[in-house]
Each structure stands twice: as C-alpha cells, then as structure tokens.
C-alpha cells in the first residue's frame, strides 16, 4: 500500500509519495523512483507504474526531468521523449503527470485552478537560490495565470534542525542578499543550521502567489517514511533512494 501525503490547498489530484508501498529492497527499500540511483531499473519502473496508476496515468505519461539543479522550466505541452535538462515543469493539458524526485530538497507543487494550469519544481538551496520557484511562477503566467491564484504547496524536505552547513554556505546568501540571515540559526562548532523550507516559502510568498505552504514533513528525521541524501551519508550507507512527488490536472 503506497503512502500519499496531500494538501488542501491544491485544487488538483497530487500526492507527495513517501517510501513506503514499493518494490526496491535494501538501501532502497519501498518506493524508489529514482532511475539515477544504482537499484535495478526494472524495479525502479515498477514502482514508477504503481505512482502512475495510483494518479490514473498511463505510465508514459508520468513525466519528470533530468534535474540539474537549476532554474530551467520546461512547459509540457505534450508527451516528451528524451527527459530534458531542467528542475521544474508547468502544463496545462489534462492527462500528464508532472513528477519531481528529491531525497531532501525541495519538492514543490503548483496548482491555479481558475486557468488550470499546474506545475511542479526540484527546489533545493541552489536552484531555489538561482530562482526556479520565481521562474515557475513566471511560466504558469504565460499560460495565462495570475499570481494570486496560483497556491503551492512544499512536501516532505530537509528541516533546520537536521541542515548543518558552513561558513562558506552561510556567505552564499548572506553576501547577496543579508537579509537572508534571518533563515540561518548558529549550531556547533562554528556551523549554522540553515532553513531551507522557510527560505522557499519566502521566495515564493515574494513571487506574489496567492498562497504557500510547507506540509511540515522532515526527510532526515523519519527514516521510515522518506529517502535522504544527507542521512545516508552520515550513516556510510552506499546510495540513497529517491521521493516522488506527482501533481495533474
């Protein structure tokens, strides 16, 4: 049985897929849709058919990108072969579902439902820093939204209990922007705790969507129920799976 977590405030069908209900076994166990991870590719496109039935798509219309961590949105007209370079997706047409993979950023959820338009971004620091969630916002309004009825929705991420970063990422943002230090609190040793779900919602809240929510979930602190890059590494593990997040209309 696969576990979905949904808002609300999403007029469109969409779930943010925790790990559990999936073929993969080991470090992968439960519902790894990352083609990228070094799982069998077979198992991983089980679990992909599963996401797709559980949101009534065909399986080839479960559409992601080949995340580069940018702020690269591609308008999704119809079906794409080859899987693009780019961290977002915005669409339009009925019967396509837009999947983000993450283990820790940000997956990010967009819905207008007064011009029916919907899109989906991988927003980690460097491409919510770069301006994906912005450039999502902007590619929904040329399919005819306004801002103010666009809502999106963050799911499951890194929190900043869980977020030790150094100096030097301190000095990314706060050199461009200081008011940026408000998202970072001091941990040990000289490090900060950086929050990344709070940093997004701020971006977009400054984009001028109508509404922005996180659903309060923690990657790191709930092995159980979700992937994460950074807990893997701490433990030593091998590799790492990889969340999905699916929105249609």
């Not at 969409?14 to 076994?25: E, I, M, P, Q, Y």
């Not at 922005?212 to 092995?223: M, R």
């Amino acid at each position: 049985m696969l576990e979905i977590l949904t808002s609300s405030a999403l007029k469109a069908r969409h779930g943010f897929f925790t790990r559990k209900g999936g073929a993969s076994s080991g470090v992968f166990a439960g519902l790894n849709c990352g083609s990228g991870s070094s799982d069998l590719a077979e198992i991983v496109e089980i679990n992909r058919a599963r996401v797709a039935a559980v949101m009534e798509v065909p399986i080839e219309n479960l559409v992601t990108v080949h995340q580069v961590h940018s702020a690269d949105v591609v308008r999704v007209d119809q079906l794409i072969g080859a899987r693009p370079r780019a961290d977002a997706m915005v669409t339009a047409a009925p019967g396509i579902g837009l999947g983000i993979l993450t283990a820790d950023c940000q997956p990010v959820l967009f819905s207008d439902p007064v011009a029916g338009v919907i899109g989906a971004a991988h927003a980690g620091w460097r491409g919510a820093q770069s301006g994906v969630l912005e450039a999502v916002v902007a590619a929904m309004v040329q399919l005819r939204s306004k801002p103010q009825d666009i809502r999106a929705v963050i799911g499951p991420t890194i929190s900043q209990r869980a977020y030790e970063v150094g100096q030097e990422f301190y000095e990314s943002f706060t050199d461009q922007a200081p008011e940026t230090r408000r998202f970072f609190v001091n941990g040990l040793a000289g490090k900060f705790l950086f929050d990344l779900p709070s940093y997004g919602l701020d971006r977009l809240r400054a984009a001028g969507v109508g509404h922005a929510e996180w659903t309060g979930h923690c990657t790191y602190s709930d092995p159980e129920r979700f992937f994460s890059f950074r807990r893997t590494t701490h433990v030593g593990e091998a590799d790492y799976g990889r969340l999905i997040s699916v929105i249609r209309l």
